[in-house]
């Protein structure tokens, strides 16, 4: 799959993150990596996104980027 680039206001500066989209089950999970750390978002039960990341990463800007992820699906 291609690899797009998720654009991030993250405290005033605009961010790019690498990101990977794909199906996984009857949902989907989206890669973003934040450094070196991989970090997988996906939909809960509720529709949000949870992250699931093996290293501790800031969690305001987890939710800056899953705010990100939010707008796009409401755009679509």
Same mark, same amino acid.
């Given at each position: ?10 405290? !005033?500066?605009?961010?790019? +993150? ?6 996984? !089950?009857?949902? +989907? ?5 934040? &450094?070196?750390?991989?970090?997988? +978002?996906?939909?809960?039960?509720? &529709?949000?996104?949870? @992250?699931?990341?093996?290293? @501790? ?5 987890? *939710? @800056?980027? @899953?705010? *990100? ?8």
């Amino acid at each position: 799959m291609d690899e797009l680039l998720l654009p991030v206001v993250y405290e !005033g500066e605009e961010l790019e +993150f690498p990101v990977m989209m794909y199906p996984y !089950g009857y949902t +989907f999970r989206i890669e973003v990596k934040v &450094g070196e750390t991989v970090v997988i +978002f996906e939909p809960d039960e509720e &529709g949000s996104y949870r @992250a699931l990341a093996d290293k @501790a990463v800031n969690l305001d800007l987890l *939710k @800056a980027i @899953a705010d *990100k992820l939010e707008k796009l699906k409401r755009a679509y």
